[in-house]
């Protein structure tokens, strides 16, 4: 379910992780934004595939911020019971788990926790029963 409500806490994707220094309106997000350590891992695979310096000094740069500025939610054994319902509830919606991995195990920290996800893409998270979703706006700089 997309939701528009303002929460006090919740997560937010890789996506909107990577746009935050860009986002219009800061007011979108939670009051106490927080990620998880899948977003940690995915931002980890940046700087190793870079294809030239500068862009491997940025995405390294930006890990390093997100490692800073924020604790990170474990993938535990919540989130890993919770995964089977995301995985199911993907399977009954005619999606591929595996082709959206970093999601699935963050919708699924997302359910463990009682927590929305703040997103800039709210179709990467489609079909996740139970799941409440905040579409965050695509900055436009």
Do not use: W
């Not at 899948?38 to 500068?54: C, F, M, N």
């Amino acid at each position: 379910m997309i939701d528009r409500v303002r929460h006090d806490r919740g997560i937010l994707d890789t996506s909107t992780v990577i746009l935050l220094n860009r986002l219009d309106d800061p007011t979108v997000l939670p009051n106490e934004p927080l990620i998880t350590a899948i977003t940690l891992a995915e931002l980890s695979v940046g700087p190793l595939v870079a294809k030239s310096d500068h862009e491997r000094t940025a995405r390294q740069a930006h890990l390093q911020q997100a490692e800073a500025d924020f604790a990170a939610l474990p993938f535990d054994a919540a989130a890993a019971r919770a995964f089977g319902r995301v995985a199911a509830s993907l399977r009954q919606a005619g999606r591929k788990t595996q082709t959206r991995s970093y999601d699935a195990m963050i919708a699924a920290t997302a359910l463990a926790n009682a927590l929305p996800i703040y997103t800039c893409n709210p179709d990467d998270f489609s079909g996740i029963e139970g799941l409440d979703v905040v579409a965050v706006p695509m900055p436009t700089r």
